[in-house]
């Protein structure tokens, strides 16, 4: 039973989209740091933060890996239980002109 439970829980990434307003992508690369200092002193793995060097799309995007739904769930319910995370996505908000949240599953 242990080895099917195992097989069938899948890894979860999430993506998360910032499409910074004019003037505003160092703003929200700050932002997007502060956050992840947060999630370090909420023991989250602070995933990794990425900035766009060519092409369209997002000004900054921050992805994550978690071993399963459950981890995922577990994550996000911290996020939203810490004032201080909730303060930081606010803020973040208001140097946006568009964000997008994707969460995947990985697949073999």
């Known amino acids: 039973?242990?080895?099917?439970?195992?097989?069938?829980?899948?890894?979860?990434?999430?993506?998360?989209?910032?499409?910074?307003?004019?003037?505003?992508?160092?703003e929200v690369l700050?932002?997007?740091?502060k956050a992840t200092e947060i999630r370090r002193q909420l023991g989250l793995d602070p995933g990794?933060?990425?900035?766009?060097?060519?092409?369209?799309?997002?000004?900054i995007r921050w992805e994550c890996s978690f071993a399963s739904r459950e981890a995922y769930?577990?994550?996000r319910a911290a996020r939203a239980a810490s004032p201080d995370f909730e303060a930081a996505r606010k803020r973040m908000h208001t140097l946006l002109e568009r964000f997008e949240r994707h969460v995947y599953e990985v697949v073999e």
Not at 30 to 33: L, T, V
Not at 48 to 59: A, C, Q, S, Y
Request: charged share 40%.
């Open 1 to 26: 039973m242990h080895g099917r439970k195992a097989a069938e829980e899948k890894m979860i990434v999430e993506a998360t989209n910032y499409f910074a307003k004019e003037d505003q992508a160092d």
């Open 30 to 33: 700050k932002q997007r740091r």
């Open 48 to 59: 990794r933060i990425l900035v766009r060097t060519e092409g369209n799309g997002p000004d």
């Open 73 to 75: 769930d577990a994550d």
